[in-house]
């Protein structure tokens, strides 16, 4: 599927530094010079999905050319790049369905990028979402159960897991908050695993020969039919339908990020919680299902490796401007660097705490199941249950982690940490102030 093209009115260089960013997206980036050049291409071409404008340098036009992006059945939201002393001037957001964006010079192109695949993916999700209304949602989720899918007001919640760096714990926080879910809070939960490199979810579970997403919507080529991960879903022994994108790496062609991140988009109106188990980079595939995520499970073990990647997330979620989704999770949280530090490094409070059982976990995996079924009473089944309960505190607007802990630092702070992230948190600082 073809992506979106993006119109764009900067001055020549910004143009070219853009253009080679979003053109290694997959973007088509065509230069406008004015309103007119614009009202042409938007005539001829309707797979324009986005404008970046210079609300800078001459106002009145960008006014103007904003003013087209919004005409008549048109609704094409619009970056604008200003500088700080112009933001004052701006007075467009609410003037239409999709309101305009900003960013101030001076950005970096790849900044820039990942804001453009934002958005275009949140408003291309839009739309998905207001056919799916119009043609109707799938109500036999539950076997033997007929229902009514979710209002858009209660649609199901996305609760993505990720951490740019591996072995964090990542898979057992997905697993057991999903089992943990469905079988104590009785909701209906479809778990994916995402990571089609290492991930391992199916094989947690003890499910190795499901079917894949790869599997079936290659067999669906050429025949008509298009199965939603609903269909290809297999159900676990503890109610959790399970998911996985593809048993190997090296054939995902199909899985092309617009179409997965519309199939997770359709979920949500099947199910109360769609959890995500990511793979560890910022691809496309990734940065579609961020932009969808109600939530982002930031898992992260006391250690300095793991605390500084946790850190380099942040910054780039300021940048796809998803920072008020995380949610950070301290992992094996009664051994290392204090709760408190990462809290203090971090910038924010942790939703839960979950303390080191690694046999536990290996021990219910080996069985196939999660820790919750294998262990009910164990202390770090109650930590899971914690975290399950604050999600759906979370999604009840009931409960959001402190913004600006201010714990004492302890006097067995690892010295490393402070030199390692004091310049990145310097930086995350300013450009969320």
Known sequence: MPRSAVAICLPSQEFLEVNAELAEAGYEAIMVLDAGELETLLESRPDVGLAILDGENDFDSTIEMYSLLHE??????????????????????????????????????????????????????????????????????????????????????????????GGVGKTTIAVNTAAMLQLRKRQRVLLIDCDTVTGHVVSSLGMDSIPTVVDVWEADRGTGKSHSLADIASRHASGVEVLTMSQSPLHTEVLEPKRVAQAVAAARELYDWVIVDMHPDYGPLNQGIFALADQIIVPVTPDVPTIRAAVQFREVAVGLEIRERLALVVNRSNSGISVGDVERVMGFGAMARVRSAGMLFVQAANNGHAAVEEYPKAKVVGDIENLADRLIAARDGEFRPAASPVPRPSRFFVRPVRNLLGRFTAQAAGRSG
Not at 122 to 134: G, Q
Not at 135 to 143: M, N, P
Request: glycine letters at 8%.
């Open 72 to 165: 008549g059945e048109r609704n094409i939201p619009s970056l604008m790049v200003v500088s700080s002393t112009a933001m004052d001037r701006l007075s467009l957001a609410g003037r239409a369905r999709v309101n305009g964006e900003f960013v101030t010079r001076p950005y970096s192109a790849a900044s820039l990028r990942w804001r453009v695949e934002a958005m275009l993916i949140r408003a291309e999700t839009m739309l998905i979402r207001s056919e799916a209304v119009l043609d109707g949602a799938r109500s036999d989720i539950l076997e033997g159960e007929v229902g009514v899918s979710p209002s858009p007001a209660n649609r199901g919640q996305i609760v993505v897991v990720f951490n740019p760096k």
